[in-house]
């Protein structure tokens, strides 16, 4: 692999305009094919084989007008009654029904419906329900459907558009986010390198590969349901380890820069060494996201496929555009106050680097960070304990956490769907937001003998604790399907909601004579957040598995392998303690836009997991590949130790400070789950950084000794062996001979 690399290197560097050209190319042919060609992002929480997806599928092929996709439009009298406005809303209603996808809209002043107009006259609302997943609709559908409703707005009502409905024409993303990130991870870039140009090439190499993820991204979503989040957490990830693949090879190469090594000889060496620890470790990250199949879930299955594509193509880019751009940029990586100081001595930047480069190894042995390795190593029980103790102090709120979805009830009071979520909730109760839907396949029998059982079943659908209210039953013209609808007394997200579908499923309806299914959006999402529950165990089993067998063939020890993994779940855990005090409990929420609690959604511990220990691995692999070579160079456990810290802490650093920040800038986005997840990641990083990094790792290193390198003697043939150190340096140029006197 670092033979293959270093070719890779060396003909990027080589034909650096070629390669650039070959990438503005690339890029330009998907985002004229996104344009073209593009699908839309869309949620879909079914969960194939469940109760919920298989009474849908029943309801949609048997009795297709009570089925499809629902949502609410919410009419609001702000003076006066809705009744007061009864022509304008059943006008509105009626343009409703006539749009295109739309199955079915009744005015709540229509003899069908009873119930939707609340005791007050004040609110009123109809239940619409649409052939496609109304997510997957666009602005332009949602500016037909605001000149739908006009009439009744003309009125003087208020509009809310509630449940799927508050979905049509929405999107996450904007720029906001990314532009804070990027602009917060030049300034660190700067700071670090002293090079504009230097800092410049991870970044723009990062806007390259990113917006050709997204919009291969998009194009694929014409083939591929994607979720409506997918493109933000793919950008979310791919910036952050974007940037961070271009900062390590961008080191390293400058680092080479100024021990004399000439450019293309440099970005050689560096694509053989960090390339191949790139490879490795975003590898790791790749295989770690796609492992949310394992969940069962095409929702989240596809979420990690979307993050794992943009984190595949920053792979790509940092591994064939930085090169290039480090052969474009020749000796102009190097720190600006280098370059003038070699100027005003009248040196070449080569004469310069000759004379520091005898220096670089003991710099690397001597740095503040390879005196705080050797310090932790001295002393290692105490810093190895009590760091596990601030990890598990962390990881304590993780015991108390609540696996749910949550409702429009927690979403910002700007948007719709929370607008009528109020106001469904206070004219009507806030189970109105969340109906139950039970699905009857009815036996061939009398129509008195069908009569009595729906009959039966809706009195004790009646009588069961935390029921609001049953609607009517509804029954196909073949007589084969009835459906009604239970209103529960508590919101869609709470436990006793959860609670309830499982009590109607497993006591409450009739098991023998007659099959039934309770459907609808929350209880789909009752059994999507328990079908990932159930296999949140094996993704972890995966995950570490393949992480394990990665890493033992990178470093050729189980031990460090081993290491990796225990201390990963450590940081983990910590991160998710985080996220359940902030989000769960409501310590500090309000700092981030939040001013309710909310439970977890069940797939952000699975996505966590998966995205933050792939790359906690890229930590890993970067500081202990350095530390692999001054074992193989030295085989002394402790300065092998020392060497790794100083030549990579400064850079591990800056890395993870801009991981940090571009996922906190993350933050911004409204949608609490995205919150959730970018506050997560950056305390991962933070908590693996600092506490993990610097202290664990080498504290843990110096308890093993040599052992830390150990390989069963019949395990050694079997495993490829990856040379993450790559091949023999290449030496440094001579020094150019001095011109013949002139004749």
């Not at 293959?4 to 985002?31: D, N, Y």
């Not at 070449?348 to 690397?364: D, L, N, W």
């Not at 189980?558 to 290491?563: D, I, N, S």
Request: aromatic content about 6%; glycine content about 8%.
């Amino acid at each position: 692999m670092n033979r293959a690399l270093e070719r890779l290197g060396a003909l990027a560097a080589r034909r650096s305009w070629i390669v650039i050209l070959a990438w503005l190319v690339i890029l330009g042919g998907l985002l004229g094919a996104r344009q073209a060609f593009g699908g839309e992002y869309v949620n879909d929480y079914t969960v194939s084989g469940s109760d919920s997806a298989t009474g849908l599928d029943v309801l949609n092929s048997t009795f297709p007008q009570q089925g499809g996709y629902a949502g609410q439009i919410v009419f609001h009298a702000t003076n006066g009654t809705v009744s007061a406005q009864q022509a304008a809303v059943n006008q509105a209603t009626s343009n409703v029904a006539k749009l295109p996808d739309v199955i079915r809209a009744t005015s709540p002043f229509a003899s069908s419906n009873s119930g939707t107009v609340s005791k007050d006259g004040t609110i009123a609302y109809t239940g619409v329900a649409w052939n496609v997943n109304p997510s997957s609709l666009d602005s332009a559908y949602l500016d037909k459907l605001n000149n739908a409703v006009a009439p009744a707005r003309n009125a003087g009502l208020r509009i809310a558009y509630g449940g799927g409905a508050g979905q049509i024409g929405q999107t996450d993303h904007d720029l906001t986010s990314e532009v804070i990130g990027l602009s917060c991870a030049l300034l660190l870039l700067l700071f670090m390198f002293g090079s504009l140009v230097a800092a410049a090439i991870p970044l723009v190499t990062a806007i390259f590969s990113v917006l050709a993820g997204l919009s291969l991204l998009g194009v694929l979503a014409s083939a591929i349901t994607f979720p409506t989040t997918a493109p933000t957490i793919a950008t979310l990830l791919g910036l952050g380890v974007a940037v961070d693949y271009g900062l390590f090879l961008v080191a390293r190469h400058r680092e080479q820069l100024d021990t004399g090594m000439d450019v293309v000889a440099s970005a050689t060496h560096a694509e053989g060494t960090s390339g191949a620890a790139i490879v490795v470790a975003g590898g790791t990250v790749v295989v770690s996201i796609l492992g949310l199949y394992v969940s069962g879930v095409a929702f989240v299955g596809s979420l990690g496929l979307a993050a794992a594509i943009v984190v595949a193509i920053t792979m790509l880019a940092a591994l064939t555009l930085v090169p290039a751009f480090m052969g474009v940029a020749g000796e102009n990586v190097r720190a600006l106050t280098d370059r003038v100081r070699a100027r005003r001595a009248g040196l070449t930047a080569r004469k310069q680097a000759e004379q520091s480069a005898a220096v670089t190894q003991e710099q690397h042995e001597d740095s503040a960070f390879a005196r705080w390795g050797r310090r932790v190593s001295e002393r290692p029980w105490p810093w190895a304990v009590g760091s596990v103790a601030v990890l598990v102090v962390l990881a304590i709120p993780l015991f108390s956490i609540t696996l749910g979805q949550p409702d429009n009830g927690t979403n910002p009071t700007s948007e719709s769907n929370r607008q009528a979520y109020d106001l469904l909730s206070q004219g009507f109760g806030v189970g109105v937001n969340g109906p139950l839907a039970v699905v009857v396949k009815l036996p061939k029998q009398s129509s008195s003998d069908t009569q009595s059982l729906l009959s039966t079943m809706q009195k004790n659908v009646s009588a069961t604790a935390n029921v609001a209210s049953v609607t009517p039953t509804q029954v196909n013209s073949a007589g084969t399907t009835a459906v009604f609808n239970v209103i529960p007394g508590t919101r869609p997200q709470a436990k006793e909601t959860e609670s309830l579908v499982n009590q109607l499923r497993d006591e409450v309806l009739p098991k023998s004579h007659v099959t039934s299914y309770v459907t609808g959006t929350t209880a789909a999402t009752v059994d999507f957040s328990e079908r990932i529950t159930s296999r949140i165990a094996w993704l972890i089993v995966v995950v570490v598995a393949i992480a394990f067998l990665l890493l033992t063939a990178a470093f050729r020890s189980v031990v460090v392998a081993a290491k990796a993994a225990i201390l990963n779940l450590l940081s983990i855990g910590a991160a998710y303690g985080v996220i359940v005090a902030i989000f769960q409990w409501g310590w500090g929420a309000s700092l981030i836009g939040l001013h309710t609690t909310l439970p977890i959604p069940a797939y952000v511990p699975m996505l966590v997991f998966a995205i933050v220990f792939g790359l906690s691995m890229d930590y890993e692999v970067f500081l202990l590949s350095r530390v692999r070579e001054a074992w193989v160079a030295t085989r002394d456990p402790r300065r092998s130790v020392a060497i790794g810290i100083g030549g990579t802490a400064r850079v591990i650093t800056t890395a993870a400070a801009i991981m940090v920040v571009v996922f906190a800038s993350f933050v911004l986005n409204t949608d609490p789950t995205v919150k959730m997840l970018a506050i997560g990641m950056a305390f991962a990083v933070l908590i693996d950084a600092s506490l993990v990094r610097m202290i664990l790792v080498p504290s843990v290193m110096a308890l093993l000794g040599e052992h830390a390198w150990w390989m069963p003697g019949w395990l050694e043939p079997l495993v490829p062996n990856l040379q993450l150190e790559g091949s023999a340096p290449v030496a440094a140029a001579p020094p150019a001979s001095p011109p013949k006197a002139a004749l």
